[in-house]
């Protein structure tokens, strides 16, 4: 019971917020007439001996049941008995829901900064693709000629997105649970209010009961988290696919890469492959805690010992393959004779159906033409460019000469003008839209 018991080894961490709640707390105490003005003051300088002492590390053979316990038994030997005063009217059921919320909005700004950074090497990078046309696919087959800055974006606004998520919970982290005791409030006139400024969050709890138990914020992170997973998990399958000798698109830099143990010409995409790996200790993290969650009563329940296990491990791995993926792709650079010698002409199959259709031929008619020109392409071992003008016209007789001027891979891109489009202006405007979220 006793090894059950301990979550120390977990919640060290929290040390210096479990002293800044508590240096708060004694304030509100002497505020509320709990405490004498020296009382308090001579508990918040043992705090903060214990904050000098902790700043080392954990105490060797430290056997406290968890942080609260350890910052409690420490300001005990530094100030004596009024160290004892320190836990009027709270709990560690609001005291522990406070520590966390102090330490999740820290580590929502942290994981923020760490997925600016990869849209800031991704926009980085659709700014040296813009005159680069590589293969735009669906279901891993050619579909339309898109630019390369158009891909990179592709990958830059879902990570804008989870920034948001991540915003938000923050947000949502901000409310003060302190005051709440450990169900039924705080029996003192404490001044939650004026708690809640001075630890910095945006209101208070409404209802104790329910301010001791609420986890909804670290879900939404744990949610966030693995959502950002997957996503920077399939920028790190693109850049394993492109980066193949199939590929051959990009060119992962020697530092983001490894070789083989065996085989002397191997760069392998480390840093992508690992990255996707961790996508599902993100997505398993945040599918175990609302397991966790899900058959709790009313109220504080020691089963909540488990929620930061998730937690940390979430962020801590998130602020480990960001960077990292930053740098590989800062990095990276893109080839485009290779990506230019990869395009094959059945890109340009939309292209011609949008010819027939500017002539007036209905789309669905204008699709099987274009269908029977891509099959006699494959049948006569040709490119579509290749096919003579009596296979263009037995296609469908409004095909006329001028359907050679299709094929060009700028005038395709080019044609989708609209926003969100491939056109340079509009992937021009696109890239500064990003820098704009990116700075806001």
């Known amino acids: 019971m006793a090894a059950l018991n301990l979550s120390l080894d977990v919640d060290f961490r929290l040390w210096p917020h479990d002293i800044r709640g508590s240096r708060a707390w004694a304030a509100a105490l002497g505020r509320a007439g709990l405490l004498t003005a020296p009382e308090v003051s001579r508990i918040q300088q043992g705090l903060d001996r214990v904050a000098e002492l902790l700043e080392e590390g954990r105490p060797p053979g430290v056997k406290d049941e968890d942080i609260h316990s350890l910052v409690e038994r420490l300001l005990i030997q530094e100030v004596g008995e009024v160290g004892g005063k320190l836990h009027s009217g709270r709990s560690r059921n609001d005291q522990v829901a406070t520590d966390v919320r102090l330490w999740?909005?820290?580590?929502?700004?942290?994981?923020?900064?760490?997925?600016?950074?990869?849209?800031?090497?991704?926009?980085?990078?659709?700014?040296?693709?813009?005159?680069?046309?590589?293969?735009?696919?669906?279901?891993?087959?050619?579909?339309?000629?898109?630019?390369a800055s158009h891909w990179a974006l592709s990958h830059a606004w879902p990570l804008l997105r989870d920034r948001e998520r991540i915003r938000r919970v923050r947000n949502d982290a901000g409310v003060l649970p302190l005051g709440s005791g450990a169900v039924a409030g705080c029996p003192f006139p404490v001044d939650r209010a004026w708690l809640a400024e001075e630890l910095g969050f945006r209101t208070i709890s409404s209802n104790s009961l329910d301010a001791v138990s609420d986890r909804d914020w670290m879900a939404d992170f744990l949610h966030a988290c693995a959502l950002a997973g997957i996503h920077l998990s399939r920028l790190g399958e693109d850049l394993v696919l492109f980066s193949s000798r199939e590929y051959g698109f990009v060119r992962l830099a020697d530092g983001y890469s490894t070789g083989s143990s065996l085989m002397p010409q191997k760069r392998n995409p480390d840093a992508a492959e690992l990255t996707r790996g961790k996508a599902g200790r993100l997505v398993g993290n945040a599918a175990g805690f609302l397991t966790l969650l899900k058959g709790l009563p009313t109220g504080y329940n020691r089963d909540l010992q488990e929620d930061k296990t998730p937690l940390f491990d979430s962020v801590d791995t998130l602020l480990l393959v960001a960077p990292a993926m930053a740098g590989a792709v800062a990095t990276a650079r893109l080839r485009p004779d290779r990506i230019h010698s990869l395009l094959d002409t059945q890109l340009l199959a939309t292209d011609l159906a949008d010819y027939l259709v500017r002539k007036g031929v209905p789309f669905r008619q204008s699709h099987e033409a274009v269908g029977r020109l891509v099959k006699a392409a494959e049948d006569q071992g040709c490119s579509l460019e290749d096919l003579s003008d009596d296979t263009f016209r037995s296609a469908n007789p409004e095909f006329e000469p001028d359907v050679r001027a299709v094929f060009d891979w700028e005038a395709s891109v080019e044609a989708r003008s609209t926003p969100g489009g491939t056109a340079r202006a509009a992937v021009e405007a696109q890239l500064r839209e990003a820098r704009e979220a990116l700075g806001s």
């Open 104 to 147: 999740g909005m820290e580590a929502a700004d942290r994981v923020s900064a760490a997925l600016e950074g990869l849209v800031g090497a991704l926009l980085e990078l659709a700014g040296q693709g813009m005159d680069v046309i590589m293969p735009g696919y669906t279901h891993l087959q050619q579909g339309q000629p898109v630019r």
